[in-house]
């Protein structure tokens, strides 16, 4: 099995999109994350779920979720407000450019390993080309769901 | 919003449980994760799909994924059968012990810096006890898109 038998269609988003537009697309497709293309559509990040969360709860409560407690309740419901305004690339974490992408003629253990070292839900599929051009063209994307159902043996 | 207006049902499995079937599970439900009990039925860890991942890519490939070149295509097909005979415990990551849970009155942003900080795509929910119950049970579990979509304002 190559990435290219398993790569399907997935939402891509822009670098400008609007974060919180986005935060909801994740939320209303129940994804575990999201591609992020550039200006070309070619794939440039992963923006997964949990870094919505990161971005929007304040550093000093991650680092001692037992801060939160001073929050009120109403605090809580506008949490979401820090997203307003915002476009992907400013809810990125840091080190994004470290994009979980794989050829297409990558190999299972190959998208394991890169899903597994990068922490990511999703990796994305570009054209194989060589390693010639330095920005080959998306042709889907694999989730960890997608991955397992196909390496798992039959029951 | 507390955790106990967002915690649903969700699939439980024991540190005894087959790690094959588990991963199906897994795979078959789509989830991001599992929550594992005791044979009290307490929650004590959380079992992320990647953690899957990373039990059956051999260490030396996660550090330096272009290593799975080398491997055949055979050979990867056969990489889910480390997990055949595996009990659950096995599998779970060394610091397992830090489990992702929350009483039934912890409020959203307790709840999103526990997942943030924990990189857990879910959370158990365990009844409310003033903390004097060491080991309250469980009534329920609550995902990154759970509340994700719980805290995002209305459109």
Redesign the interface.
């Known amino acids: 099995?190559r990435a290219h038998d398993l790569a399907r269609e997935f939402p891509i988003v822009g670098l400008d999109s609007d974060a919180?537009q986005v935060?909801?697309l994740?939320?209303?497709r129940?994804l575990?994350g999201l591609i992020v293309v550039d200006s070309d559509q070619h794939p440039v990040a992963v923006l997964p779920?949990?870094q919505?969360?990161?971005f929007?709860?304040p550093g000093y409560?991650?680092?001692d979720?037992t801060l939160?407690?001073v929050?009120g309740?109403k605090?809580?419901?506008r949490?979401?407000?820090s997203l307003a305004g915002r476009a992907v690339r400013d809810v990125l974490p840091k080190d994004w450019q470290r994009l979980p992408v794989v050829e297409a003629d990558a190999?299972?253990?190959?998208i394991?390993?890169?899903?597994?070292?990068a922490?990511s839900?999703v990796v994305a599929v570009v054209e194989s080309k060589g390693g010639k051009s330095q920005n080959p063209p998306m042709i889907g994307a694999i989730t960890?769901?997608d991955?397992?159902?196909r390496?798992?043996?039959a029951?």
Chains 1, 2 share one sequence.
């Open positions: 099995v919180l935060a909801r994740l939320a209303e129940r575990p779920a949990s919505i969360l990161r929007i709860v409560v991650q680092d979720p939160a407690r929050y309740e605090h809580a419901d949490l979401c407000e190999t299972a253990i190959e394991a390993a890169l899903m597994a070292a922490h839900p960890i769901t991955l397992l159902e390496l798992l043996p029951s």
